[in-house]
């Protein structure tokens, strides 16, 4: 069966999962050592003397985050590469070619799936050392505003207790900010990290299966909502490794012994993935091309366009905003207020699925609660 980064995209959603639940927990104890004691006189003194017992609390969280998370890394990377190396098996079988037993046998995987592995904990790494930063940097800002707020005469001490814990709850910790200046959400960016290795270790694996086979050329799809990266790449032929540029290769005939044919191949898939293709989001597929048999699928439909599923990731992402601050509402009637937010962003999505015939993705309005 071809082989795409979103066959693994599961096993990143889990790894995600992890450090989305881990901010709610966060969320959450913060705002209950803000809420205890609140209409007392002396409550920003009894909230900073409690500062020791917050840290420590958060600590014991980033320190099970941090177990949790490498072992799930580790565990989704190694079963992605199996799930690459297993479509290539299913493919070449399906395919009816005699090739199915050679791409059986066993390859060393460990040396992969370790290096992949590694990579995304090294880059999440110091995403554990900012949770601890913000969050005790909230619970200052928090109490500094609130005892302030009532001295101005411009609000009670709770509401400036919760107009301040809502700034951070409203952008969450922000697990990594780019080269552009771009923050990005905890979530976001742990799932878009551990995607991108996971999606690499399935399609190299593919790749490692089909070359032990004697397969050296691949076919890209043509996929829903392609970005501007993909698009070059759409329904062409690419050799397995090897060099860069469009050009003419003489290759023997997959079933027929001596008959050469001629396969016009758009570059190479290391040049491709380096150029965008296989990014953390694609839903372009890759699998064996076998000259003589194997034809170019035509052109296909698209039922939305790129544009349409950005803007549905958006909405999608609000949606889980007004659940985080929700779940920093300090009362019933402001959790009130934020759960209609969220049911208004729900019809948005609505709305946009049926005009274009996206898929909704129920999972990505989901906050995952903690384990």
Request: glycine residues 8%.
């Amino acid at each position: 069966m071809p082989v795409s980064p979103s066959m693994a995209e599961d096993l990143a959603a889990a790894v995600a999962d992890l450090y989305e639940a881990a901010e709610g927990v966060l969320i959450e104890r913060i705002r209950r050592a803000l809420a205890e004691g609140i209409d007392s006189p002396v409550w920003a003194e009894l909230k900073l003397a409690a500062l020791g017992s917050l840290q420590a609390a958060i600590d014991e969280v980033i320190a099970a985050l941090q177990l949790d998370a490498s072992g799930a890394i580790h565990q989704a990377v190694a079963e992605a590469y199996d799930r690459g190396q297993q479509a290539a098996v299913a493919e070449l079988g399906a395919l009816g070619v005699g090739q199915a037993a050679a791409a059986a046998v066993v390859l060393p995987t460990a040396p992969v799936v370790d290096r992949l592995a590694q990579a995304v904990i090294a880059d999440t790494g110091p995403v554990h050392v900012r949770m601890l930063r913000q969050s005790m940097d909230v619970y200052r800002d928090v109490i500094s505003r609130a005892a302030a707020g009532p001295v101005l005469g411009a609000q009670s001490r709770r509401q400036a207790a919760q107009a301040a814990f809502d700034d951070f709850a409203r952008r969450g910790v922000r697990g990594f900010v780019d080269q552009s200046g771009r923050s990005w959400e905890l979530r976001t960016y742990t799932e878009m990290a551990t995607r991108s290795a996971v999606g690499r270790a399935a399609v190299e694996a593919h790749s490692d299966r089909l070359g032990a086979a004697g397969v050296e050329l691949v076919i890209v799809s043509q996929a829903p909502e392609e970005c501007e990266q993909c698009r070059p790449w759409e329904r062409k032929i690419l050799t397995r490794t090897g060099a860069p540029g469009e050009r003419a290769v003489q290759v023997e005939h997959a079933t027929e012994d001596g008959e050469m044919v001629t396969v016009e191949v758009a570059g190479s898939l290391p040049e491709a993935r380096g150029r965008g293709l296989m990014h953390p989001n694609c839903r372009h597929t890759v699998s064996a091309y076998l000259p003589g048999v194997s034809r170019v699928p035509k052109v296909q439909p698209s039922r939305g366009t790129y544009e349409d599923s950005q803007r549905q990731r958006y909405l999608e992402r609000q949606v889980r905003k007004w659940k985080r601050l929700e779940g920093a509402a300090m009362d019933e009637a402001t959790a009130r207020a934020r759960r209609a937010r969220v049911r208004a962003y729900q019809a948005r999505i609505r709305e946009l699925v049926t005009e274009t015939g996206l898929p909704r993705k129920r999972h990505r309005e989901q906050l995952t609660t903690a384990r």
